[in-house]
């Protein structure tokens, strides 16, 4: 045993080395290997200091204003407009409209929170409960995304993704339920026997005893703080995910040569891309393969996803049909490759990561082509 563990470990360390050399030795050969170190430090300092800060100054603010909404009872009052919409599109219970607006306005970790609480938990089935990971899932970080793509004026396009990101919602949680009830009929039972009482109103009296003041100032900061903390841990998926999207994505600068400067490369994505063009022409509107960059970076982290769209515009690529696109599925994938393990293990459900992936996978897809007949449909109205 010993003998093939080391054996093992050997070969993938060999693997892993052939294919570091490979890909540095191909981006070297074209760039040059003095410039590609230069592009390569080049893009995360600009990444971080125009692309990091930036966003990091949306999460503090969208976290000041997600802490508001939910001192002053506004996510109690959305939860409770939402709650008739969950039974007949997401065969969930009203309650989990809450997690929705709270994945929405933070992360997708935030409806783990939720589901590990007795209270809130028991009125779901087993596989209710687990779905919450693919329904949460598709409105992570959603504020943040909103803003930042309403920020390159494209309201309407915006929208149109927003609306995606719901639809793909409804059929990553479906597909979800559907696919673990069948594999496992046993979790069509009650999280727990006995329902406890409805979800009453959190700390309201507690809350009310400081003053209006108060209440806001301390929302104000213990919100900005919590911006700053999500705004800290996008930082390697940008910096890091992002600098080696760009670097197989785009091509030399203007003037046609290497320089070192930043967000240059190898086009090896779109030259990819190329060879389906028409796939991704019809599903999503593609005119430029370049754009293919942000879901295949949204799939890890949709922070580092959002890093592109200072390049995209700068580029001329970035249009309103775009926009659209990229708001469904960075809002519906969310970098669902790197939570949903985490999430489903600390449910205790790791047999079922398999098809939680899959089925977050197919609805993104769908999100993304959603948006994009529903942004057509727009402008032609």
């Not at 938990?121 to 970080?141: D, E, H, P, V, W």
Request: proline share 3%; with cysteine; charged share 10%.
């Amino acid at each position: 045993m010993k003998r093939f563990r080391l054996q093992r470990s050997t070969i993938e360390a060999l693997v892993f080395l052939v294919l570091l050399i490979g890909v540095f030795s191909l981006l070297g050969s074209k760039m040059g290997s003095g410039n590609m170190l230069k592009t390569l430090m080049n893009t995360a300092h600009d990444l971080l200091l125009n692309t990091v800060f930036y966003l990091m100054g949306i999460t503090v603010l969208t976290g000041a204003l997600s802490k508001l909404m939910s001192e002053f009872g506004v996510v109690t009052l959305l939860e409770r407009f939402l709650r008739p919409l969950m039974k007949p599109l997401y065969n969930l219970p009203g309650v989990a409209a809450l997690g929705a607006v709270m994945t929405f306005l933070s992360d997708n970790p935030a409806i783990i929170a939720l589901s590990k609480d007795k209270t809130f938990s028991a009125y779901f089935k087993k596989y209710q409960l687990i779905s919450l990971t693919n329904f949460g899932t598709a409105f992570g970080m959603g504020f943040v995304v909103m803003i930042t793509m309403i920020g390159y004026g494209q309201l309407s396009g915006a929208l149109v993704g927003l609306f995606g990101a719901f639809c793909g919602s409804i059929i990553s949680t479906r597909i979800m339920q559907h696919s673990c009830l069948k594999a496992f009929p046993e979790l069509d039972a009650p999280v727990q026997e006995n329902a406890a009482d409805p979800i009453q109103e959190e700390h309201v009296e507690e809350a009310k005893k400081d003053g209006v003041f108060m209440r806001f100032l301390n929302a104000v900061l213990d919100g900005g703080k919590n911006g700053v903390e999500l705004g800290l841990q996008i930082i390697p998926g940008v910096l890091i995910i992002t600098t080696a999207v760009i670097m197989i994505t785009f091509g030399p600068g203007a003037s046609g040569v290497y320089d070192g400067s930043s967000s240059q490369g190898v086009p090896i994505l779109p030259w990819l891309a190329e060879k389906i063009h028409w796939v991704f022409e019809w599903l999503f509107g593609f005119q430029h393969m370049e754009l293919i960059a942000f879901p295949m970076t949204a799939l890890g982290a949709v922070g580092a996803a959002l890093g592109l769209l200072p390049t995209f515009n700068g580029a001329g690529i970035l249009d309103g049909n775009a926009i659209a696109v990229f708001t469904a599925i960075g809002m519906c994938w969310s970098g669902f490759l790197s939570t949903h393990t985490a999430m489903l293990d600390s449910l205790g459900y790791r047999k079922v990561i398999s098809k939680a992936i899959g089925a977050h996978t197919i609805a993104g897809l769908c999100a993304g082509i959603i948006a994009h007949f529903a942004y057509l449909l727009v402008t032609l109205i």
